[in-house]
Each structure stands twice: as structure tokens, then as C-alpha cells.
């Protein structure tokens, strides 16, 4: 008896030991990102501030910007690429010809990521035109699953680099956009009221005035400004009820049947933080237009 309880203490003795050397050899992901990170820096020499929370993400603020603080009820224009801190793959950036617009104490959510919270921290730090990276350990981004729609791996640490606009709203950027487009081309272009841009190609021939309830029927071809087609009519079918449009063409009001304009469109102005389909969010509009027929 005494032999068969001695062998159990012995068995229950080994388990114990090797349960404890189990123990010993494991290490949490918290601890493997964070030396990870923490080796980067050194190698980088990157001095950047920890979450004050300590839910494990740093920032660090790369440009300052000008003029005054970002405050949570403050809105931010701004643009984020993620990458892999450690090699530099980029899995996202925000899509060319449009921007993330919102209030600062919105600028958490990012591409599916549960906690980015040092984004927000990050901005408040910034002024307008500053820039800021954040890093995020990968328990804090997709975690062991990674994202198979960005090509993220799985433990993967981020960077996200926030680079802000150094104008407070969307109109404002539209315009410095479109102006800056107009003088790099030579282009002649007015400013209408509405904010819209227009270049005259050519006068048109007609005499039959246009309102806002006008039948017309014209060839159109619509753009971003790098030049990437998003709509396309030029078969001298397209018709349509000038007030009817989403896009604001109300300039067309000053011209006649056989005219060729050519509109800039300032975001606010056409389809806005929604955007719609085939057009991206704050995206500003760039149209040739003909006008065939006029019926009122």
C-alpha cells in the first residue's frame, strides 16, 4: 500500500514539475509585441510616448502642424497608410482623390480595427497640417487571426501613419485642391458662387435660355482629378432635368445649346461624405460636358 501511494506522490511530483516548466517556457503575445516594439525603437531611435492607459500602444507626434490644437468636437480632414512596423508592408492606405473627414472624437474606427484608440489620442496632439504614428501591438489589431482582406498576418504589429490637412473643413480643402489643379494646368477657369469652377470650351450657338427645369440632352464625361474616369456618357443619348441632378451643373444656366464646359466640382457640392456608387466619399468632380439639345 505504502509502495502504490509512494508512486502516486511520485507521478503527482513529475506532473507538477512539468506543468511548471510549461509555465516557465511560455511567453504572452503582450510580452513578445512589446519587446519587439521596444528592440525596433532602439535600432530606430524612436522616441515615442506609451498609451497613458497602458492598454499597450505608443505615438509619436513626427510634425506638429500650425495654428491651434485639435479638440474632440473639432473636425479633422486627414489620410492614414498601416503598415507592418517591422518590414514595411503596406496592407491599407486611404484611397487617392478622397480623405477621412469626421470629429476628432470619431477618428477611433479603422478599417475594421477593434481598438485604435491611439489615432484619436494621437490628433489631439496635432494641429492642423501635423502628422503623427501610432503603433499598435498586434493584440491591439487583428490579433493571431490577422486580416485576410488587407493581407495582415497573423500577430502582425502596425504603424499607422496620420497625416492631418491643414484646413478645418472639406470646402475649404476642396478649394485649395481645384485652385492648385487649375494653376498647375494653365487652365482659365471662373469661380461660381456655389464654389464650383468652370472653364468655357466652347461658346454655344443656341437661343434658348436654361433653368434649373430644362430638358437637356448632352455628352458627359466625369473624373477625379488624377485623371481616373468614374462615368462616362458620349453618345448624345443622355438625358436629363438640370435640377434633377445630385452634382450641381447649375452653371450650365449660363450658357446655350452647343456650348462645352468644363466643371470642377468641390465634394460639398456634389455627393458629398456619402459619396454614391461608383464615386468615392469627399471626392472632388471633374467634368466635360457638351449640351446637344435644349427643350423647355
Sequence with gaps: MLNKISSYAFALLGMIVVMSSCKKDYESIQNIDQAKIQEYFSKNNITAKPDPDGSGYYYQILTPGTGTTFSNKDSVLYYVTVKSL?????????????NIGTFVGYTNGLIGLANASGIRRAIQELKPGGTARIVLPSYLGFGKNGNTSYGVPSNEILEVLVNTYPERTQRKLDNRLISQYIAAKGLTATKDSSGVYYVVVQQGTGTDPINMTTALKGNYT??????????????????????????????????????????????SEAYGTAGTTGVLPNAILDFDIEILEVTN
Excluded at 93 to 98: D, E, F, M, V
Aim: net charge positive.
Design 86 to 98: 517591422l518590414n514595411g508592408t503596406v496592407y491599407y492606405s486611404t484611397p487617392a482623390n478622397t
Design 222 to 267: 466625369g473624373r477625379y482629378l488624377n485623371g481616373t474616369v468614374f462615368d462616362s456618357s458620349t453618345d448624345g443619348t443622355f438625358s436629363f432635368v438640370l435640377g434633377s441632378l445630385a452634382a450641381n451643373w447649375e452653371v450650365l444656366t449660363k450658357f446655350t445649346k452647343g456650348a462645352k464646359v468644363r466643371l470642377f466640382i468641390p465634394s
